[in-house]
Nanobody, 116 residues
């Protein structure tokens, strides 16, 4: 059974940083592309970032490019999202997702709230 457990969210001030983690189990993590998606209040799901199995290809939404960095540790089965220079519009529930794109199996999510 695929399990994805996100952590690291919280309340941060404008311009602050957070590092999200996603612990994966139940599938061959090292062979899977992974993604981060978010759901902002009253909005649809937004694909934030994707990373291929070996990390050779990475994609970012324009809204986070230059501020967010995705990475992975295939030895520990953990996906990361380093978020810097956070803005109020980054407030959302963040999910890690198995696969490339926004439609894969997700975890329960972690709330990120950016105050101005």
């Amino acid at each position: 059974e695929v399990q994805l457990v996100e952590s690291g969210g919280g309340l941060v001030q404008l311009g602050g940083s957070l590092r999200l983690s996603c612990a994966a189990s139940g599938f061959r993590f090292s062979a899977s592309s992974m993604s981060w998606v978010r759901q902002r209040p009253g909005k649809g799901t937004e694909w934030v970032s994707g990373i291929t199995s070996g990390g050779g290809t990475i994609w970012y939404a324009d809204s986070v490019k230059g501020r967010f960095t995705v990475s992975r540790d295939n030895a520990k089965n953990i996906l990361y999202l380093q978020m810097n220079d956070l803005e109020p519009q980054d407030t959302a529930v963040y999910y890690c997702s198995k696969g490339w794109g926004p439609g894969g199996i997700r975890g329960q999510g972690t709330q990120v709230t950016v105050s101005s």
